[in-house]
């Protein structure tokens, strides 16, 4: 019995700005509508970062924004639900912590500070052990972002320290290919997995710009699971703009089913990932 592969769809990230790439899914109505085509397409969880469209797209982390998009995703999708904790490397600790008032399925929780092409993705050891305590008061399933392999240290430190996530299950994704992460190789992937904990259940790995192909490739063949969205890529080919995150997912989907592991539904992914119903 061929093991399914998770795909997770991030389409729209924090970095990008919908100036320079129209076709970014910004708007409720564009995440909705790119999270049922994705769905179709394959994915089983979206990991979302909010826009606002009164303040020229930029990310925002306005609860009202996080609550109804949730909302919206959970009536028009069975996807699991991922919000981001991330946010964009401008907000503040303080307000990355009240992403989970907005009752997500699951939430993003980054292992560690790391450089971030110019800038700095800050996330200190409180915070981080803050966010896993209220994540596990509040239902709410952790995905660990690696983006360097020190975070593995961390993510050891929180499972000494608090014990298990909710849900039972520890599922950790690799972000490679970040100037300043770890880099987008399958050198470092295999690296990656080889020091995880002991604990951890499942892994995902995505590679950041032309990192996205190899990183996929090497992931689905060491058993483990896909992150693709326009998030982490906008070029589908060399000089070949992403005009739709479902190009990515459905191309994700291909390459899993060529594989023999072909994409896992929503329900099994809430099974992997020790989700609530
Ligand atoms: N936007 C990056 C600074 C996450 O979603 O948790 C952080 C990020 C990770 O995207
Ligand atoms: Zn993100």
Redesign the pocket.
Known sequence: MPAPTLITVAPT???TAKADVPQLPTTLEELVETARRCEQAGAGLV?V?VRDPEDGHRPTLDPVRLRDTVQALRESTDLVVQL??????HDPLERRLTVLDAEPDSC???CGTVN?GDDV?LNPYPFMSELYVQAQEQQVVPEF?LFDLGHVAALRRLLDQHGLPYGGKVHVDF?TGVPGGMPGTVEALVAGVQALPEEVTSWSATGIGRAHLPVAAAALAMGGHLRVGM?DNLLYARGQQVQHNAELVERAAGLATTMQRPPMTPEQTRELLGVKD
Not at 84 to 89: A, I, M
């Open positions: 990230g924090a970095e990991h970062h981001s904790t991330g946010g964009s490397v993003s929780l980054t971030f993705f972002e972000v998030e």
